[in-house]
């Protein structure tokens, strides 16, 4: 089939920091030499038409490294630049900005008929979500977050295993996950100030255990340290502890203690730290970062310009056995995902039956704005808990009924 013959998904791109340049770049740049090929669309081509930043800088230094590798793309940037994005004619587009600016550019998105792909946290309130998620009823379109750790191969193993019944019922779960420092002074240095690390991390476990576990989430507490990215009495945080309380359909319920810092030495080999523990009636489930990966080490490059543990299971740089170089992993797998689901929507049968193409990717819980309630709800939680701890009112604890959050 020509060029000129088949389908196009024509996406935009909201934001080309860090995220972009790990995940997006490596998937647009692998579709625009090979397309999606599945047997319910066919054979589709994804072109990164459009991007939208504040600056506009980096995508402009895009623009040159890409030459040869993807097609020309519009850089729009300054307070119209999403406005103008929109005006492409895009199929869908992505998110990927600081958390508290996500609502405003996805409303925009739905709003113009295209489907959403938003980074975690989608929102920072029910409020937000409830409005996101009746405008792409209404617009019958796409709005999905991205869970990348819904995919990597070890939480893939612990659903497996509570969905077959071999680990029942959990107890109580433990993670942690520790940055360096220089996540917080360097890479997001300039949205920190106000922000947590409980927002930006803590919610991959808290859809983990979501997604993983079901149940109803009743209980949040959350405590927070200062005094290292920002003032001991500001609202910029160095580390959190949350705890949320769970209820199943037993009466039986369940705690889990979720830890996050963004101010460990950037020395330290771990990186990027990350451990769970889940306790079951019957077993106990472990995974560490470290201990599961590889352990490297050359003079004069590790730990600064490489790291002593790598996870090349997320996102990595190969050679492949035939001669070629890939940039793969669960975190660009999650994107590949929706871009197929997108397809599949647009590209997968008859007009007449894409409502109910729809509602088919929409009833998958795992990406879904829809079936987001209780993650944003615990994120809610946290940042209100926070805020009133910032203000001298320390040791909240936040109640959800399914509709509101109310703080004591």
Not at 210 to 215: I, P
Not at 255 to 271: E, L, Q, R
Not at 345 to 357: I, L, N
């Amino acid at each position: 089939m020509s060029d000129s013959q088949r389908p196009v998904l024509r996406a935009g791109m909201v934001g080309m920091g860090m995220i972009f340049d790990e995940t997006y770049r490596p998937f647009f740049e692998a579709t625009a030499t090979r397309g999606l090929y599945d047997r319910q669309f066919g054979d589709v081509d994804v072109h990164m038409t459009a991007v939208a930043s504040r600056t506009g800088s980096r995508a402009a230094k895009y623009q040159q490294q890409s030459a040869g590798k993807i097609a020309a793309f519009q850089n729009f940037s300054g307070d119209a630049a999403v406005e103008n994005m929109l005006k492409e004619k895009l199929t869908f587009a992505c998110v990927a900005t600081p958390d508290n600016r996500h609502f405003e550019a996805s409303k925009a998105i739905l709003e113009s008929g295209i489907h959403l792909l938003v980074e975690k946290p989608s929102v920072l309130s029910l409020q937000e979500l409830d409005e996101l998620n009746a405008i792409a009823a209404r617009k019958n379109v796409l709005a999905r977050v991205v869970y990348h750790k819904l995919l990597d191969p070890d939480h893939k193993k612990l659903r497996t295993l509570v969905a077959d019944g071999v680990l029942q019922h959990v107890n109580n779960g433990y993670c942690s996950l520790l940055e360096p420092r220089q996540i917080s002074g360097q890479q997001f240095s300039e949205w920190i100030t106000g922000r947590n690390p409980g927002t930006y991390v803590a919610v991959h476990y808290i859809k983990l255990i979501d997604f993983t576990f079901g149940g109803r989430l009743k209980t949040v507490l959350c405590t927070g340290q200062r005094g290292l990215v920002g003032p001991a009495n500001g609202p910029t945080w160095d580390s959190c502890q949350l705890r949320l309380i769970y209820e199943y359909e037993s009466g039986r319920e369940a705690a889990f203690d979720i830890h996050t810092s963004w101010v460990t030495p950037d020395n330290f080999p771990g990186y990027v730290e990350q451990e769970v523990q889940f306790r079951f009636d019957n077993g106990i489930w472990n995974g560490h970062s470290r201990k599961r990966g590889v352990e490297l080490t050359v003079e004069g490059l590790t730990p600064f310009k490489m790291k002593n543990t790598i996870n090349n299971h997320y996102n990595g740089s190969f050679l492949e056995p035939w001669g070629e170089r890939s940039q793969r992993g669960y975190g660009v797998e999650v994107i590949d995902r929706f871009a197929r689901e997108v397809a599949f929507v647009e590209h997968g049968g008859p007009a007449s039956e894409r409502v109910q193409r729809l509602e088919s990717i929409r009833k998958l819980h795992y990406a879904d704005l829809s079936a987001d309630r209780q993650v944003v709800a615990a994120v809610e939680a946290m940042e209100r808990i926070l805020e009133q701890q910032a203000a001298g009112n320390p040791d909240c604890v936040a109640r959800y009924d399914g509709r509101t959050i109310t703080l004591h």
